[in-house]
């Protein structure tokens, strides 16, 4: 039972241009969500996290939205660079962030030079 | 500031085996957290430990144990190793309740 899902195992895109992420939940208790950012051979590094009382949160060039009601979360990232390219993990807590966190399978991303 | 250290970088065991891993978290972290990635899928929790003692415990079988010790490093022991034991091991740690967790670069555990 996949209470994190990430649909889109892929997404291409031009360097400069935005890319959307996008992952849904099925735990309403769920109340803290982040990503996470991966490439070969190292371990995820903390891009961004938002609690579920906000329905945004920018930093730099990277902004996660959350949609309660639609269980759903996205990370848009503008613009951009190849240096983005790695495999994007979507992840929740029901307990503030540093407990127990539910992974989706992530999405790699190609960024285009 | 030093990382998030694991240890060994790769393992290579033989079904039946036991194998001991190591974390040592970030200066200042008193949370440890592991998780197993397997090839294609979202790291999975195993355990956290806050304060050395166990706070949390995942869907894993009883051959999966840890510990925290006094400086706050961890290790994870897996008993009776079985082929679907290989994967990568994460740790992540974290100051306290209520914030990120920073990951270590993980184990490669393959189990033959």
């Known amino acids: 039972d996949q209470q994190v899902k990430q649909n889109s195992p892929s997404l291409s895109v031009q360097e400069g241009r935005i890319s959307i992420l996008n992952c849904d939940y099925t735990?309403?208790?769920?109340?803290?969500f982040l990503w996470y950012k991966k490439y070969p051979a190292e371990g995820p590094t903390f891009l961004i996290s938002i609690s579920s009382i906000k329905d945004k949160n920018e930093d730099g060039r990277f902004t996660v939205f959350l949609n309660k009601s639609a269980k759903h979360l996205s990370l848009h990232i503008v613009p951009s660079q190849p240096g983005d390219s790695a495999v994007y993990f979507c992840a929740a807590s029901a307990q503030g962030g540093s407990e127990k966190l539910v992974f989706g399978k992530g999405t790699k991303l190609t960024v285009n030079p | 500031d030093a990382g998030v250290t694991q240890s060994p970088t790769h393992l290579i065991k033989t079904r039946g085996q036991q194998v001991t891993l190591r974390c040592s978290p970030i200066s200042g972290h008193k949370s440890v957290s592991w998780y197993q990635q397997v090839l294609g899928q979202g790291p999975q929790f195993i355990f956290q430990y806050y304060e050395k003692e166990e706070r949390g415990r995942g869907n894993f079988p009883d051959r999966f144990s840890a510990r925290q010790f006094p400086n706050y490093s961890s290790e994870l022991n897996v008993n009776a190793l079985l082929l679907g034991d290989s994967a990568l091991y994460l740790c992540?740690?974290?100051?306290?309740?209520?914030?990120?967790?920073?990951f270590g670069p993980g184990t490669r555990l393959t189990v033959l």
């Open positions: 992540a740690s974290a100051p306290g309740q209520g914030v990120e967790q920073f």
């Open positions: 735990n309403s208790m769920f109340d803290y």
